[in-house]
């Protein structure tokens, strides 16, 4: 009998707590989803928002720019995000997602740029290559090296590419194709290097689709190896392998710059002065979007706007450029705080 | 005659024997192996279980330690932009940055220009700022006097300290440059760098800086995750075994529902996370990483295990006993809830702390609803957004600052006490209350 009593009381317990929590109150956190990339630096103006203002920190997660986008363009209201962040623009597609699902009026903020880096131990000797040269080494189909058409990738070591390169093999670590890095680096480098061929340049009229394919692929004999999302575990690969090569963010670059080094890539090292003056070719621009609507309705959203895009986060010496992002130039910054304190809204791409 | 045959015999019988022998040798050698290969699995084993056990311990003990930096603080009036300190609003915004890096200027007076005063001001923590503000709040009769306080250093300091920035480095290659060395240096000769047990470690939520990073907040999150995961799975889990072992009738239907309860217990978690993210997020519209949708696809997870072992220790009670309660002339009620169940409690439980700890350890579910996420307010119930310890370990696995490594490994230590806790629980209360018959 007692005991029949204490489990209809744990019942009646358990109903009650989840009946409660369908009615939750209204939502007073800002939450944030996107990018892993832009999530280091985000996660710093959440923490210092909630540290000098009265509002709760944010709540950040890293899904990714696309799973983000994604999120954020289900619709407005409490259970959605207000805030993405991108590693990338948005593109065309999910704008049109955002609208039909009555996410009309979406706010763009460039908050600076992100080099990647192309990296490898600091014991190994340096390295100097080419966007061609980066193609060379990683795609899967290359232009025969004796004759016409276009081969599966025959280079084993660096010295089959350029003679006076090391004679080491090719091991690279890179993202896996999930990550916007990987997004980056195929258009940034991949993409690019491709075109410096004639044998794949001339079929970029003839059949675009194999164009576009023989650019983009990575071989997967084992040369490009994907390490996972991970960076701290490709740079410590690096570090434990003197002729390996690897790719990651910049900020990566700059944390552990005791135990790796960037290679130059068209005669530019990753350094934040040659990022931010843009000679250096790999850099990528960091964005947020921002659902108009929720403006006004979650609480702190103008305050965390504006410590975000405010000087002393993202000019020049803000505490975002310490942890590694390259800051706009004076007239992006100032077109971009404009932008932001009139909540202008995207228009089209 | 006989004695040829006797001695044919013999030789016979010693050939017999040679060979049993040498067939006797070859089998105990034969067990020999077979014991040899036991030993060497659970030696490969262990071997394994060191080799991860020392590289936590021997990366995460220095998260426990942490340095701070003593400070002459002034709380001038003139650089916090504050006229009155009753004033609640000019207290919350003064410019606590600019006391601290007065601070350091008066105690490095020969530092000027832009970079160097930055340089300067990078080695204490961001959270002196917060310590300056926090003291000023609770006492603001402290406005326009200065007091010596110590607050947290900079985590590249702190590597520095405990030796995994190598100061033997070229400057290029070391975070710290010679400029801030020479400042260390002078700190440290004046007594003015302390060691101490990293408390913050243990107080705080996560941040972005290592030297502020806890794991309190993450702690908070598991266990109101797990409140509700044993609340809901417990009884659920319980009650079905009870009825399944003891009422249901033995048909297709029971089968097929037995079939089931143990091919979900082979499901992937993730598959779990889907299920909670569309039924439980976008049908029922429960909040996102929040801890009450965490418990609840925990819950899916666990039942199963529970189912399981809770029939188990249902099956274990020995017929005789249920027989003789009927005897007595006890309903079949009766029997279950006051016999079957307390004789079958100790061995639920243990399978219910087992499924617990599981579900402790779980990540993958928990990144579809959202708890995977940088959440730095330690959650005060359960709709609050919060994360868990694993999550905890993952995101900061996964964060460039070089200190995190050690912090990573330090909330490793941290989950694997909750665990060996558990664990032990489990084992003590088999001992404890367990009958056999």
């Known amino acids: ?313 993202i000019g020049s010496n803000g505490y975002l450029v310490d942890r590694g992002l390259i800051p706009l130039d004076n007239a992006e910054y100032a077109r971009m705080k404009s932008d932001v304190d009139n909540l202008e809204p995207l228009k089209e791409l | 005659m006989t004695e040829q045959k006797l001695d044919a015999i013999e030789r016979l019988a010693s050939v017999k024997q040679d060979r049993l022998n040498a067939k006797l040798k070859s089998r105990y050698a034969r067990e020999r192996r077979f014991q040899a290969y036991g030993i060497a699995s659970i030696a490969a084993g262990l071997g394994f279980l060191v080799i991860l056990l020392t590289t936590i311990f021997s990366q995460g003990l220095s998260a426990f330690w942490t340095t701070y930096v003593e400070l002459e603080v002034t709380y001038d009036p003139q650089v916090l932009y504050i006229d009155d300190a009753t004033d609640a609003d000019q207290l919350r915004l003064a410019d606590y940055g600019g006391v601290v890096r007065e601070a350091l200027l008066s105690r490095f007076p020969d530092v000027s220009g832009r970079q160097a005063t930055r340089e300067l001001t990078s080695l204490v923590s961001n959270s002196a700022e917060y310590r300056v503000r926090e003291r000023l709040i609770a006492n603001p009769e402290l406005l326009g006097q200065s007091e010596r306080l110590w607050v947290l250093a900079d985590d590249d300091l702190d590597l520095l300290r405990k030796g995994i920035i190598d100061r033997e480095l070229p400057e290029s290659e070391r975070r710290i440059s010679d400029q801030e060395l020479s400042w260390i240096d002078s700190w440290n000769e004046a007594g003015e760098l302390k060691r101490r047990f990293n408390t913050v470690f243990f107080t705080n939520g996560d941040s972005r800086d290592p030297e502020t990073a806890g794991i309190w907040g993450a702690v908070v999150g598991s266990f109101y995750t797990l409140v509700v995961t044993l609340l809901l799975s417990f009884p659920i889990g319980v009650a079905a075994a009870i009825y399944l072992e003891e009422f249901a009738p033995k048909n297709r239907l029971t089968d097929i529902i037995e079939v089931n309860i143990n091919n979900l217990a082979a499901v992937p978690s993730i598959v779990f996370g889907l299920l909670g993210l569309a039924v439980f997020i976008n049908f029922f519209g429960l909040p996102r990483s929040a801890p009450v949708v965490g418990g609840l696809v925990l819950t899916l997870m666990t039942l199963p295990t529970i189912i399981i072992s809770a029939r188990s220790a249902i099956r274990a009670v020995p017929p005789s006993i249920r027989e003789a309660a009927t005897g007595l002339g006890a309903s079949k009620m009766q029997v279950t809830l006051h016999h079957v169940l307390p004789l079958a409690m100790p061995g639920m439980l243990t399978g219910t702390i087992i499924g617990m700890a599981q579900a402790l350890g779980e990540t993958a579910p928990l990144l579809m609803i959202g708890m995977v996420a940088f959440i730095v307010d330690i959650p005060g119930g359960f709709t609050d957004p919060s994360t868990v310890l694993p999550v905890q370990v993952y995101l900061w696995s996964d964060s460039p600052e070089r200190a995190f490594i050690a912090k990573t490994s330090g909330a490793i230590m941290v989950l694997l006490g909750f665990l060996a806790v558990m664990n032990l629980l489990a084992v003590f209360l088999r001992k404890k209350f367990e009958r056999r018959w």
């Open chain 1, 1 to 313: 009998m007692k005991k029949t009593m204490i489990g209809a009381t744990l019942v009646a317990a358990m109903a009650a707590s989840l009946s409660g929590t369908a009615f939750a109150e209204a939502r007073d956190q800002i939450s944030i989803v996107g990018s892993s990339t832009v999530y280091p630096f985000a996660t710093v103006v959440a923490e210092r928002f909630g540290q000098t203002t009265s509002y709760p920190t944010p709540t950040i997660e890293s899904t990714g720019s696309g799973g983000g986008l994604r999120l954020f363009c289900q619709g407005v209201g409490e259970s959605t995000p207000d805030i993405t962040n991108a590693s990338r623009r948005i593109k065309a597609s999910e704008l049109e997602t955002c609208a039909a699902n009555g996410v009309e009026d979406v706010v763009e903020v460039l908050i600076g740029f992100d080099g990647i880096a192309v990296a490898q131990s600091v014991d190994a000797t340096g390295m100097d290559l080419t966007k061609g040269e980066l193609f060379l080494a990683l795609a899967e189909t290359v232009p025969n090296p004796n004759g016409n058409g276009l081969v599966e990738n025959p280079y084993e070591t660096w010295s089959d590419i350029r003679g006076n390169l090391p004679n080491t093999a090719i091991r690279v670590f890179g993202p896996p194709p999930t990550s916007g890095t990987r997004d980056a680096f195929v258009e940034l480098v991949m993409e690019e290097g491709c075109g410096e061929f004639d044998a794949i340049a001339s079929l970029e009229d003839s059949d675009e689709d194999k164009f576009e394919e023989v650019c983009a692929t990575m071989r997967e004999d084992g040369a490009f190896i994907e390490a996972g999302e991970n960076d701290t575990l490709i740079v410590s690969r690096l570090e434990n392998d003197p002729t390996a090569l690897g790719i990651f963010g910049f900020s990566f670059l700059d944390q552990n710059s005791d135990r790796v080094k960037s290679i130059s890539v068209e005669g530019h090292q990753a350094t934040f002065e040659e990022i931010a003056s843009g000679s250096y070719p790999v850099s990528r621009p960091l964005f947020f979007y921002v659902k108009k609507a929720h403006v006004g309705v979650i609480p702190g959203m103008e305050e965390y706007l504006a410590e975000f895009t405010s000087r002393r986060a």
